[in-house]
């Protein structure tokens, strides 16, 4: 009788898996850490999609970048986190589909990220190695189109990736009240070149490149005249801002991916749990970095939380100075 209550599904005797242990105080911690970085995710980040895209004067293609950013964060709470709760709480309930469902809008939310941050490094390159034509290469239209085309590559990405688990849904499986999809070899090698590899590279050649040329132009402005010095230093601010952005997404990044190639299952161990944590915490982080970096969107965060974007005009307001 006591084994049958350990079952996720005691009618199905031994095709059933067994209720994970939640009452471990580590476990129990995961799950508190887990909630609530979740909670302030989707709030933080649908703070950042309201300001940019209510605000005519942040419609730039900078801000374009970031609110596709923010989108991939806010589904990141919204939908990774809760199923990783659930995977790790709880037993599996909702069927196959679902979480082949889950698991797929989880691979290409994160595939959407990583080419967000590979669009944002693009971007600062131009706009400090390149800054005369900046606004000629790098238009609204063109970034829109750019953020269309990730999200696109990332949902056929996740398709090629995940072909055999559409096959045949649940076929990785072991018991009933899992969910768990696997990698062949040639999936596996594909995503860790093209989720992992080339873009940590592309970022850390194109920051290499937009930071020497920060520091050359930084000398250079001292003996420049006041008015050209001020355009300058807003897009090396910007640069150091986003920088920062790039840099943290790094640290978040990395040894979740270390850790997966290792050969760790997720949440195997207490070392991997923390880097499950730190992983998914980047999408609570990046709009803790706006209003730390950005006078602009503390101002309308402002409008925001005090509703006045729900008056006449209110989207011509001044944000930036």
């Not at 920062?244 to 997966?260: Q, R, S, T």
Request: glycine residues 4%; positive net charge.
């Amino acid at each position: 009788m006591e084994d049958k209550e350990e079952l996720c599904f005691p009618q199905l005797s031994n095709l059933s898996c067994r209720k994970p242990s939640s009452s471990s105080s580590k476990m129990m911690t995961i799950r508190v850490l887990m909630s609530s970085i979740a909670l302030l995710t989707v709030a933080l980040n649908l703070l950042v999609i309201i300001a940019i895209s209510h605000f005519r004067q942040l419609h730039t293609p900078t801000n374009i970048l970031l609110l596709s950013l923010a989108v991939s964060d806010f589904l990141m709470g919204l939908i990774m986190m809760p199923l990783m709760i659930s995977r790790i709480s709880s037993c599996w309930i909702f069927g196959e589909y679902i979480c082949l469902m889950c698991y797929y809008l989880s691979f290409t939310i994160t595939s959407a990220s990583i080419g967000d941050m590979v669009l944002i490094s693009v971007d600062r390159y131009v706009a400090i190695c390149d800054p005369l034509r900046y606004s000629s290469r790098i238009t609204e239209r063109r970034v829109k189109v750019c953020v269309c085309l990730c999200w696109l590559c990332s949902v056929l990405y996740t398709g090629f990736c995940l072909k055999n688990n559409l096959r045949q849904p649940g076929i990785y499986n072991s018991c009933y009240g899992e969910c768990v999809i696997a990698l062949d070899f040639i999936e596996g090698t594909v995503d860790l070149v093209v989720t992992f590899i080339a873009p940590i590279t592309a970022i850390i050649v194109l920051y290499t490149r937009v930071f020497a040329a920060a520091v050359t132009q930084a000398r250079a402005m001292r003996s420049r005249v006041a008015a050209g010095v001020t355009a300058k230093k807003s897009e090396l601010k910007a640069a150091t801002t986003l920088g920062v952005l790039v840099v943290v997404f790094l640290i978040c990044f990395c040894p979740y991916n270390c850790l997966i190639l290792s050969g760790h299952s997720l949440l195997q161990s207490w070392s991997m749990s923390f880097v499950t944590l730190l992983f998914v915490s980047n999408s609570c982080l990046n709009p803790l970095i706006y209003t730390l970096f950005y006078p602009w969107f503390r101002k309308a965060l402002r409008l925001i939380v005090t509703l006045q974007i729900l008056q006449p005009g209110s989207c011509n307001a001044k944000i930036l100075r």
